[in-house]
């Protein structure tokens, strides 16, 4: 299947740039120069993955990303000049996948991208038969990467999902925050990365305010866990 990929930023040349690598890989292009252009194009076609600047004219990429993720947890590659932890993270919150730091290199994108749509999308068109696991009122479907509460749905990134699934996978289990980073992301730990805690602390938020308790339990200086 072509997976329709939709690169937005300001930069004409970057999103050109993008462009060409990615249709190198195979993948169908669309464009768009602001946040108003990419939601309006994401409106308007199927699209299977957002390449998404930061900083935009009209509406910037933080917005773009917290206004898709209200209806869809389509994947998000956020690309940002803000090198600093702490825009990585509001990054991350707002609801993206992934960062890559201005100036990247196009085959590290492009890698990125392969990534996120093999996570996001493989598991789905390889399996036929769904794979559904419940806890009390929740409800984990890893064949349609889909999460309900008391059959309201519950919009997760691709990140935020996999994370869920491995703990409820292995209830009882404790995965500590490097542990959780080298199985999701398949890259390397270091001790400064907030990556984990961020998604932990989306995940809480999305998941409590419906089930009413305190799903996700921390275990002070070991990890996270989930009990049946």
Request: charged share 30%; hydrophobic share 40%; proline share 2%.
């Amino acid at each position: 299947m072509l997976r329709h990929i939709l690169v937005v930023d300001d930069d004409k040349e970057i999103v050109q740039l993008i462009s060409i690598y990615l249709q190198n890989e195979g993948y169908r292009i669309s464009k768009a120069f602001n946040g108003e252009e990419a939601l309006a194009a994401f409106e308007k076609k199927k699209i299977d993955l957002v390449v998404l600047d930061v900083m935009m004219p009209k509406v910037d990429g933080m917005e773009v990303c917290r206004i898709l993720r209200e209806k869809n947890h389509v994947p998000i590659l956020m690309v940002s000049a803000k090198s600093e932890d702490m825009d990585k993270i509001t990054g991350l919150m707002s609801g993206a996948d992934d960062y890559l730091t201005k100036p990247f290199n196009p085959l590290e994108l492009a890698a990125r991208v392969k990534t996120l749509i093999r996570r996001t999308y493989l598991y789905h068109e390889e399996r036929s038969v769904e794979e559904i696991i419940k806890i009390g009122s929740l409800e984990v479907n890893k064949t349609s990467h889909t999460v309900m509460v008391d059959g309201r749905m519950i919009p997760l990134t691709a990140k935020e999902f996999d994370i869920l699934y491995i703990m409820v996978s292995n209830v009882g289990r404790v995965f500590s925050s490097e542990e959780i980073f080298e199985l999701i992301w398949k890259e390397k730990f270091y001790s400064s990365n907030n990556t984990v805690m961020v998604h932990i602390s989306n995940l809480r938020e999305k998941l409590e305010k419906e089930m009413g308790y305190k799903f996700i339990k921390t275990i002070w200086g070991v990890g996270y866990k989930i009990d049946g």
